[in-house]
């Protein structure tokens, strides 16, 4: 082999081996970059997973801190429905433990749930309810319904915040006016905490068989008031419905107006559903509720009595008994 090949040789070797080793070197530095890139993303996402993951945990928190009070709160009402009526509107109360008993008080609790710092508080406000008894934004005011919002707020500088808002309705506790004679007859004017078997007054009404109440002669209607009733609540009540149990008779009918105030000496105006020109006139054995607002509404009053009419072409209808259901 003369030189000039061998030499030719030798440069097509090494122009081949340079060739491989810098392909492998630009794979060793493409390898290298996709893996930072690779490790820098995965950290990225691990950032973001742990971030999100402590975010969900503090929101988790939040809303077990919000139910605790919205449970308290809703049991403190259920026991007496002024825990909540009472207090003023708008304004930040919390919740605390005095001995074994759960109190109301102003202002705003503080404290730290699993190192996170929060604050704690609720509201109270007055419904409205519009002329089909919605709640509504404009409308009469129902003193039998209150809304709650309970707020937290949480995280360094309480920089986030949760709440919740629920309505509660008076109708827990109930008690009734029950009565079920007559037969002791008129001039019992009351007040009296339960009725008995007498009454205030009375026209065109048969009293003397117990346990009814009927008409006297069926050429004109049968009107009888009931003796004042008091709740004895040392604040106003709130009165749900009303039922009465007995027959219609035929061609006959039965029909009721309520009446209630603030004072045992009243003044004493009957109202039907809407104004003292109509009447209540459920079926017997079905319950009908009364207004929550509006100038018909018999709530927050301490004193109550009914009047019954009771009117036939044939015969009589009968009064059984009559059930007044209300809350303190």
Do not use: C
């Not at 809703?74 to 207090?87: M, V």
């Amino acid at each position: 082999m003369n030189f000039n090949k061998f030499l030719r040789i030798s440069i097509n070797f090494f122009h081949s081996h340079s060739l491989r080793k810098g392909q492998s070197l630009i794979e060793l530095l493409v390898a290298v970059g996709i893996g930072t890139i690779l490790i820098g993303g995965s950290a990225t996402l691990m950032g973001v997973s742990i971030k999100s993951y402590a975010g969900t945990r503090k929101h988790l928190q939040s809303n077990v801190l919000i139910r605790q009070t919205a449970e308290v709160i809703q049991s403190l009402t259920r026991s007496d429905w002024h825990n909540i009526y009472d207090l003023s509107k708008g304004s930040d109360y919390k919740i605390s433990l005095s001995g074994n008993f759960w109190i109301i008080s102003t202002g705003q609790e503080t404290g730290t749930s699993n190192n996170v710092p929060y604050k704690r508080y609720f509201q109270v406000y007055n419904v409205n309810r519009d002329e089909s008894g919605n709640i509504a934004d404009v409308g009469d005011d129902d003193p039998s319904t209150q809304k709650i919002t309970v707020i937290l707020e949480y995280g360094n500088n309480y920089i986030s915040s949760s709440s919740i808002s629920f309505y509660f309705t008076r109708s827990n506790n109930n008690s009734v006016f029950h009565q079920t004679d007559w037969v002791g007859g008129s001039d019992e004017a009351g007040p009296i905490s339960n009725p008995g078997i007498k009454y205030d007054i009375a026209t065109n009404i048969t009293d003397s068989v117990t346990g009814q109440l009927t008409i006297a002669t069926t050429t004109s209607d049968g009107i009888l008031i009931s003796s004042i009733l008091d709740t004895g609540a040392s604040i106003n009540a709130g009165f749900n419905s009303l039922l009465w149990q007995g027959s219609l008779g035929t061609g006959g009918s039965v029909k009721f107006q309520i009446a209630f105030s603030d004072s045992s000496s009243g003044p004493w105006n009957y109202y039907g559903p809407i104004s003292d020109a109509d009447w209540y006139q459920p079926n017997p054995n079905v319950s009908i509720s009364f207004p929550t607002a509006g100038l018909a509404s018999p709530q927050n009053k301490k004193y109550m009595r009914y009047k019954v009419n009771l009117s036939t072409t044939e015969i009589s209808p009968q009064i059984n008994d009559i059930t007044i259901n209300w809350s303190p």
